[in-house]
């Protein structure tokens, strides 16, 4: 280490020729392309949604039954999961 002042500012950072490599090779490597957009098949299609228009998952209040299923499996097998936590203590 030098007798200069530790504080003092200094020369660091990239040389112009680096920066210049640096955009030239972020333009070549893009990565992969993204996963193309799953349209509404012809077998689905309605005057709403034409066939070839992205396509969307349904929203959960169009199938409340599903819900209701849902929870009462989870019902089903949170009450399982205690009973076998408490079978051995009698």
Request: charged residues 20%; without cysteine; glycine residues 12%.
């Amino acid at each position: 280490m030098s007798d200069a002042d530790p504080h003092a500012p200094t020369q660091a950072g990239p040389s112009p020729d680096d920066a210049a490599g640096a955009v030239s090779m972020g333009a070549d490597a893009a990565g992969p392309s993204p996963e193309p957009t799953p349209v509404v098949p012809p077998s689905e299609a309605s005057y709403a949604t034409p066939a070839g228009s992205p396509w969307t998952p349904p929203d959960a209040e169009e199938k409340p039954e599903v819900l209701v299923g849902a929870a009462f499996a989870g019902g089903l097998l949170g009450a399982m999961i205690l009973k076998r936590l408490t079978r051995g203590r009698r």
